[in-house]
């Protein structure tokens, strides 16, 4: 029997190429579009296809969490992520949600079919770039937790404030705020005030700091 798929993607010229593309390959049926996250839960719903091939960033719902629900919701259907991020934290919040493979748009037609028929045969699908993100990923260090208080301390940093003007402003003696910064340094492997801001906003560690700001 053809594997049944359902195609999810925002932007209808690559949804049209990805038709164009897949419809005249044997033993594929499209059964679908869906142009965001929540509509490719309710076709999934409706029309429970094999596979689903779905776009990491769409507006609204993205691709992770239309894969979790889908994962739940529907259990026999394969989610195969196809996007152009190639991010450790995209592949793996894909692979947490339930996707049975991730695979990038610069792969080519014959992977691309190889990949949906391996995913709607159970096979995880993870291209070697990917596989190896995973994994690097996986063997990384634990990163160490941020107190409360060296929290405080880093975000009054990232509003620009000095080490005296951040013990005034928490009641504490300047030789204490330098202390909590070396700590904070020391967690977060780096070298100073700018470069710690950075890695705490890249780890959504200040996620208040702007809202405060504004």
Do not use: W
Not at 25 to 54: F, N
Not at 95 to 107: F, I, Q, R
Not at 202 to 213: G, H, K, W, Y
């Amino acid at each position: 029997m053809a594997i049944r798929l359902l195609i999810a993607d925002d932007h209808p010229v690559v949804r049209a190429g990805l038709v164009g593309l897949l419809a005249g390959e044997d033993g594929l049926e499209i059964v679908g579009e869906a142009d965001s996250g929540t509509a490719a839960i309710r076709l999934a719903d409706e029309l429970r296809p094999d596979v689903v091939l779905m776009d990491l960033r769409m507006p609204g719902l993205d691709g992770v969490a239309a894969t979790a629900q889908i994962s739940v919701r529907c259990p026999d259907v394969r989610v195969l992520i196809l996007t152009t991020y190639d991010t450790d934290s995209n592949i793996v919040r894909a692979v947490e949600a339930g996707a049975a493979g991730y695979l990038l748009k610069d792969a080519t037609p014959d992977a691309l079919t190889a990949a949906i028929r391996a995913a709607a045969e159970g096979d995880t699908v993870l291209p070697p770039l990917i596989a190896a993100k995973l994994v690097n990923h996986v063997r990384a260090p634990v990163q160490e937790t941020l107190t409360a208080r060296e929290l405080d301390v880093l975000r009054l940093v990232a509003r620009g404030l000095t080490n005296a003007a951040i013990g005034r402003q928490l009641n504490i003696g300047e030789t204490t705020v330098k202390t909590h910064l070396v700590r904070i340094f020391a967690k977060l492997d780096v070298g100073d005030r700018t470069a710690a801001v950075t890695v705490a906003l890249q780890r959504r560690l200040l996620t208040d700091v702007f809202e405060a700001r504004g």
